[in-house]
């Protein structure tokens, strides 16, 4: 792989001298996932077929929500954008009643994670030209949230001073997980609190159980997911695997705010193919990408009823059946045929 950090246009640092203005910095939620795994263990203790991040699988609130009180901790309502489905617009409108409401985005089809960042980032450009994003799953756990927080503030500065970056955040393994994406750290290029920011030097999506051994051993980090990066960076990288789809997304700006705007989108998502923003970019290890290790603490992507009964563990929930209103933790009935689903 390349040493060289492809031509990408320079924007001002997020943390500039004082006296001048910073660069502004919007959260990207996706909540598109249909949470396919976890839906028997929904089933069972909600009744119904709502995406884990709709209910409160782990919390007195469900994940989406959660997902949002901790990204107002840095990045404030109305620059969070929810990317989510036309079919989820009923769960998601629900989630955002009685808050400070963050903008929303309904894809008219599922075209996986590439579209969905996509599609979030060219609506942020055309507001926000020098804006840096952050990109956050909906559905995931995190206990210290003060601290993930503050981790990701500092790499926001970071992508501020380096605006040809895209760092993901990544989190110690503590198992050959087949189900994660695993980053292999490079040299380092800076130093934030948690440590140190390095270049990306291999990315496995998925890997098969030798390799999965492989990058446990040879200290390579999970995936979360989440990740920041100048919007025009994003954009940028995009062409590279979704042309079709930005060419359309680009046209459809001549239609904004008119009725055809939402038939112009339906196209380019009609041409656009599925793509995963993994497989499609981060698998490619293009050299633009560094990654930061988060500080010791407790997450989890909450993607199988195994690692969502392991969180109730590590919170001391033996019996989940009530809810602690210190720690607000939901109750969960049924924990033992939830355990198996």
Known sequence: MSDTVPPFRKA??????????????????LAGGEGVRLRPLVREL???ERPKQYVPLIGAVSLLRQTLNRVG?????????????????RHVERELGGAPAPHTLFQPQ?????????????WIRQRERNATVVVFPSDHFVLEEGVFMAHVADVIAFVGRNPERLVLVGARPTEPDLDYGWIKPGEQLALVSAGPICRVRGFWEKPDPDKAHHCLAAGWLWNTMVFAVKAETLIE?????????????????????????????RQAYALAPTSDFSRSLLQDCPSFLAVSQLPPLTWSDLGTPARAMQVLGTLGIRSPRTVDPRTKVAA??????AQSA
């Open 110 to 122: 599922d075209r996986g994670t590439g579209a969905a960042v996509l599609f979030a980032a060219h």
């Open 12 to 29: 001002a640092g997020l943390r500039p001298p004082t006296g001048q203005r910073s660069a502004p910095v919007w959260a990207i939620v």
């Open 73 to 89: 901790r840095v990045i404030p309502s109305e620059r969070t954008v929810v990317v989510s489905h036309q079919h989820h617009s």
């Open 46 to 48: 909600f009744g119904d």
């Open 237 to 265: 990288a995009g062409w590279e695997f979704l042309p079709t789809f930005l060419e359309r997304l680009t046209r459809s700006t001549a239609f904004a705010g008119t009725p055809h705007e939402a038939w112009a989108i």
């Open 332 to 337: 969960l009935t049924h924990a033992e045929n």
